[in-house]
């Protein structure tokens, strides 16, 4: 086993595909398969499974892989100590629904240990994607929240996947409204007041399912629905469209400016915000370092 080998995983598992990963590499597909069929075979695993659908990690593979990039790392960091090696690239991947925390605990990370040279990726995907981009360590940690409602089948869901579940923080239903919506000035809203204003939601694909909203009282009819798929978008049609749109009421005014705000909904519901990683792998150093600015998002919004 080569630390050549481990760092071909890596890139592997990052693209997802054994062409992408070689033309990433700059070697051909068949050095790099061949690559990693000799660590698989000098490890006596099989890290993926191979189909005619292309190749996905296996059980034994998710747990290698946790380990090869603690491996990389210490690796990197012993260069960049001793032999005065530039540490190569800082590494982590995060799924998260559309929270903007998400996006804040990112930017103060990367503020303060990116480097010079790293490769981050944060999706904001839809609930399943972020269960499945866990699942399949495309994405080290998976951001979601869970509510009396999905609760029960989510953490089946969780269970199933071989994942775990950690709170982050406990929210009150808000909502989010444009600062001119006529509901502006109100202290808090009905769910009878929302009526006349569009319900705005993020669409969850080809797995649409109540269950796997994004907002609370997703089964809730309404007389004007409008399903996005990006945050932006969402933003613009609560301007444009006086909508609105069910979430925790944590909203960075750095990032969002101050078009939008939050208004307390009165329901008698929470909204438990929490990170969720695959229980073969070990977390990487930078995913640690996420998870504790994330802590630090949660305190400067008095959440913690």
């Not at 490890?43 to 190749?55: A, H, P, Y």
């Not at 010079?116 to 399943?128: A, G, M, P, V």
């Not at 979430?247 to 929490?274: C, F, Q, R, W, Y």
Request: glycine share 4%; hydrophobic share 40%.
């Amino acid at each position: 086993m080569s630390i050549q080998q481990l760092r071909y995983l890596i890139a592997v598992v990052n693209s997802g595909s054994i062409n992408e990963a070689a033309r990433g590499l700059y070697i051909s597909q068949p050095t790099l398969s061949k690559a990693i069929k000799e660590l698989e075979s000098e490890m006596g695993i099989n890290i993926f499974t191979r189909t005619s659908k292309g190749i996905s990690l296996s059980s034994d593979g998710a747990e290698f892989l946790s380990y090869a990039r603690q491996v990389v790392e210490q690796v990197e960091l012993m260069e960049n100590r001793y032999l005065d090696k530039p540490y190569q690239e800082q590494l982590l991947s995060v799924s998260t629904q559309h929270y903007s925390f998400s996006v804040d605990a990112m930017v103060m990370m990367i503020d303060k240990y990116g480097g010079d040279k790293y490769q981050f990726s944060l999706k904001e995907s839809r609930t399943f994607e972020i269960i499945e981009d866990v699942k399949n360590l495309k994405s080290e940690i998976g951001i979601l929240y869970m509510n009396q409602f999905n609760e029960k089948i989510i953490s089946q869901l969780l269970k199933e996947s071989q994942l775990e579940f950690t709170p982050l923080f406990t929210a009150r239903p808000h909502v989010f409204i444009s600062k001119d919506n006529p509901l502006a000035s109100k202290k808090s809203v009905g769910i009878d007041e929302l009526d006349p204003y569009p319900r705005l939601s993020y669409e969850q694909g080809e797995n649409n399912s109540f269950y796997f909203s994004e907002e609370i009282l997703s089964t809730l009819k309404v007389s004007k629905s409008i399903q996005v798929s990006d945050r932006a978008t969402l933003f613009n049609c609560l301007i444009g469209l006086n909508g609105y749109t069910i979430s925790t009421g944590i909203l960075s005014e750095k990032l969002n400016g101050t078009d939008i705000i939050p208004i307390p909904l009165d329901i008698k519901d929470n909204i438990n915000v929490g990170w969720i990683v695959n229980k073969k792998a070990q977390l990487s150093r930078m995913a640690k370092l996420y998870l504790e600015e994330l802590e630090q998002c949660m305190a400067l919004y008095k959440l913690l």
